[in-house]
């Protein structure tokens, strides 16, 4: 038999459960999150760095050709890039439309190799640390190091963690833009700056971008004029 002491004791934590799950559920949803992202951006980070190496494997294999047109070469090193890049880049977001297969898969691929050739940027550099062009302030042979630099901007698709993300971290003319008009988040971080920045979605892609840069070093293979 249960005294009504006990009862009027029962009564008083019913809810509890829910209240306490109300008040955490908020910041274990954002850390959560907050994972997500960080994973995302860490793959992110490991297709940049083999699209350098893809991209400098492509230069110097293709300046054994072309050894006196260093554009020619860019050009190679470039689609390289643009092609590793293609599964860190977004689709195409066409609402409930959809092309009938095999098109459609052509749309998803090319769209997602426009996007990756909009926003990564490669740079040839040679072995005395100026970037290779055909001015000729820099020539390279064969057994000469090239290093290829690949910048991809990243974007990020988790909501509201991409922004908190991007103006913390961000450099690009947008973030800074926006950080003076409405404060820096890293003087304040509620949550209210956030919702007064514009949207930066563009036909389904997110503009909330990060720069992942990275290098690769590789050696012109080949015979020397002398040793042949």
Not at 68 to 78: E, I
Not at 117 to 127: A, E, M, R, S
Not at 147 to 156: A, G, K, L, Q, R
């Amino acid at each position: 038999m249960i005294c009504p002491g006990r009862k009027l004791f029962f009564k008083q934590e019913s809810g509890q459960a829910i209240v306490e799950f109300c008040i955490v559920f908020p910041v274990l949803f954002l850390i959560i999150l907050t994972v997500i992202q960080t994973a995302q951006l860490y793959i992110a980070k490991q297709m940049v760095n083999y699209a350098a190496f893809c991209s400098a494997r492509s230069a110097i294999v293709w300046i054994n050709e072309n050894a006196s047109s260093y554009t020619k070469t860019l050009d190679k090193a470039k689609k390289a890039a643009w092609i590793a890049c293609i599964p860190i880049s977004p689709k195409f977001q066409g609402g409930d439309f959809q092309l009938p297969s095999p098109l459609d898969d052509m749309a998803d691929y090319g769209s997602r190799y426009l996007w990756a050739k909009l926003f990564t940027k490669v740079k040839l550099i040679g072995p005395d640390g100026k970037e290779l062009s055909d001015s000729g302030s820099s020539s390279v042979s064969v057994h000469d190091d090239i290093t290829v630099e690949v910048t991809h901007d990243y974007s990020m698709r988790i909501p509201l963690i991409n922004k908190i993300f991007y103006y913390l971290c961000s450099q690009s003319i947008i973030a800074k833009s926006q950080r003076l008009i409405h404060g820096d988040p890293e003087k304040n971080l509620r949550l209210q700056p956030f919702s007064e920045y514009q949207n930066l979605e563009v036909l389904g892609y997110s503009l909330y971008q990060l720069p992942i840069s990275a290098r690769c070093t590789l050696t012109v293979e080949g015979k020397d004029d002398k040793s042949s």
